[in-house]
């Protein structure tokens, strides 16, 4: 235990041996480094140092419409404190000192940031909906469709039969196959439905494996991307004579996100998806955004950045003028959350709270329908109190957000889903999420039906007003035929209402029988055969060919089929050599 000589009654102290016993502790000082000035000029170096890496990592927008920007100029305003809290030294026995330098030099840091946050704060505020519901529900203007006269246009060749997932699964299915590809390279799953000289198409770019595998490609970019046609589920590998150079798996200077930033530094990005022109050209499209409400709240387009997927080349454009080859300006989710506050606020911000009389709220699911060149959402519309049913569905067109509701009470689209699901169920298919479509005036959910692998195998259609009536088929023709018959034996529908019949997409080939096999499907004998140097099997009723029952190993035969995917391929007409003249 140490004494203290200066006041027995105090132990911590220390002793001196010398006849001065009011000596003091000696002070704990470090000097300020250089001048104020110097300090000062020293202190906004780091933080520009620090701001240019940091922006150069985060790319955040120098804009005030996003709080990034606002966090951006707080952590400056934190680093030049700092570091001028290091530099202008301090006493440790000197508190106030301390802290009357500290405001002194640290006032203006300080003020900035009290400023911008209180802007934040306002700018939340005049954003809430009870102030602005009217601002709201006006985001997404929307009209009173005709179901008959518009939907009537959609033809059966422009529906997109398979969904996201599926497209995906075909697009990293044809990768494998591709020895020189496949292991550099990763598909994207963030695939984009555009119409392709007027063919719905899913469009996959490529991500490289890692950074080991960019660098060893960087000189030469991505040499391909993946087109699925969605009506035949045909897949294309498309290869570039130049390599996409700027994409969000490159890095540096020619990361997407980078590039993009350092063009427009102050432009607020919302949503970037991959399309090519009408040439195959691929661009990245940018959507740019403004907050409409407040300085947060309120999101829509004002127009579009287009990039050059291989040069880089950007151009800016007012959504207005975007080019027509452009499908996805207005992205779905966007649409849809435009929609949920007209459903939700078009009559006041306290009838959505309290009354909420003729609230409304789509369904938790989309889809899309190519037409006129366009693509378009569909979504389903509900009572906001959570029926099981619709009262309505709405289609946006994504290049100009023209929206249009459509009232048509019935099943709900998840309802529609497990009927078709119950009609196979043996099969333990899954439904896709449905398009609203008019056959012979009648709004029907037709839907795919996929396996376990992703695999489209059957489609089916459910009558939206009686959901119990579910037609399924293995193609698109006789979905519909079967749907047909299922109306008129239900009264819905007469026999001379039926319509036109959808026009199969098939395909013809020839070659050498090499192999026959047979199996008894509900009662009719179906033949399987296979032809010389393919993997793929025809498969026709006996009913529909008879003369597949002369068949021998080694006949030369032609073949048309509905092309689909898989290793059987519905044939619908088989010329052999025994087949009637003419």
């Known amino acids: 235990m140490n004494y203290n000589f200066r006041n027995p009654n105090v132990t911590g102290g220390y002793y001196s041996s010398g006849q001065n016993w009011n000596v003091r502790p000696r002070r704990v000082y470090r000097a300020p480094k250089g001048t104020p000035l110097t300090r000062i000029l020293w202190s906004l170096l780091i933080t520009l140092v620090f701001g240019a890496i940091y922006f150069y990592i985060a790319v955040p927008a120098l804009n005030f419409q996003t709080t990034a920007f606002y966090w951006f100029v707080f952590l400056l305003c934190a680093v030049f404190s700092l570091s001028m809290l290091l530099m202008q030294g301090f006493r440790a026995n000197s508190t106030k000192e301390f802290f009357s330098y500290t405001k002194k030099n640290l006032a203006i840091p300080f003020w900035i940031v009290a400023a911008l946050f209180a802007v934040m704060i306002i700018g939340y505020i005049v954003g809430w909906p009870i102030f602005r519901a009217k601002s709201y529900s006006q985001l997404l203007p929307v009209t009173t469709g005709d179901f008959a006269e518009d939907v009537a246009e959609i033809d059966f060749n422009q529906i997109p039969m398979l969904d996201s997932d599926s497209s995906n699964n075909l697009a990293n299915r044809k990768l494998g196959e591709l020895s020189d590809l496949v292991s550099q390279f990763t598909v994207s799953e963030d695939s984009s439905q555009i119409n392709l000289q007027g063919d719905p198409v899913r469009v996959n770019y490529l991500n490289y494996s890692g950074f080991f595998k960019w660098w060893n490609n960087k000189k030469q970019g991505i040499p391909a991307y993946i087109m699925v046609d969605m009506r035949t589920q045909e897949v294309t590998v498309v290869r570039l004579s130049e390599g996409i150079r700027y994409s969000p798996s490159e890095y540096f200077n020619h990361d997407l996100q980078r590039h993009l930033r350092f063009h ?10 991959f399309e090519v022109d009408e040439n195959g050209t691929p661009y990245w499209v940018a959507s740019v955004m403004k907050r409409r409400i407040g ?13 050059n997927a291989v040069t880089g080349e950007c151009q800016y454009y007012d959504k207005e003028n975007v080019p027509t080859w452009v499908d996805r300006v207005f992205n779905a989710d966007l649409l849809i959350n435009q929609y949920n506050y007209y459903g939700k606020y078009h009559n006041g911000f306290w009838n959505s709270i309290f009354g909420q009389t003729d609230c409304t709220t789509s369904t938790q699911g989309y889809n899309y329908i190519a037409q006129n060149d366009d693509v378009y959402m569909y979504t389903g519309i509900t009572s906001v109190t959570g029926d099981r049913g619709n009262i309505g569905f709405i289609l ?3 290049r100009t957000k023209d929206a249009r509701y459509y009232a048509c009470a019935g099943a709900e689209e998840f309802s529609a889903m497990s009927s078709a699901e119950g009609a196979v169920q043996q099969y333990k298919y899954n439904a896709t999420f449905p398009l609203l479509l008019n056959i012979s005036d009648q709004p029907t959910y037709f839907m795919a039906l996929k396996d376990s692998a992703g695999l489209v195998k059957m489609y089916a ?8 009536i579910v037609a399924i088929g293995n193609t698109l023709q006789q979905c519909q035929e079967n749907y047909h018959q299922q109306m008129i034996s239900n009264g819905i529908i007469d026999a001379s209402d039926a319509g036109p019949s959808v026009s199969p997409q098939t395909t013809t080939v020839s070659g050498k029988v090499s192999e026959i ?7 009719t004998t179906q033949y399987y055969i296979k032809l010389d140097d393919q993997q793929i099997y025809y498969r026709i009723s006996a009913s529909d060919c008879p003369e597949a029952v002369l068949l021998n190993i080694g006949d030369s035969v032609t073949v048309t089929y509905e092309k689909t995917d898989g290793y059987i391929q519905p044939a619908t007409e088989i010329v052999t050599p025994y087949s009637a003249p003419g």
Request: glycine share 8%; charged share 15%; no cysteine.
């Open 264 to 273: 427009y530094p102050t432009k607020l990005f919302d949503d970037i998806n």
């Open 517 to 523: 096999r047979t199996a008894n499907v509900e009662g």
């Open 461 to 468: 259609m459910v009558n939206v007003q009686q959901y119990q």
């Open 295 to 307: 300085l947060f709240n309120g999101t829509d387009i004002v127009g579009e950045v287009l990039v």
């Open 396 to 398: 946006v067109n994504q």
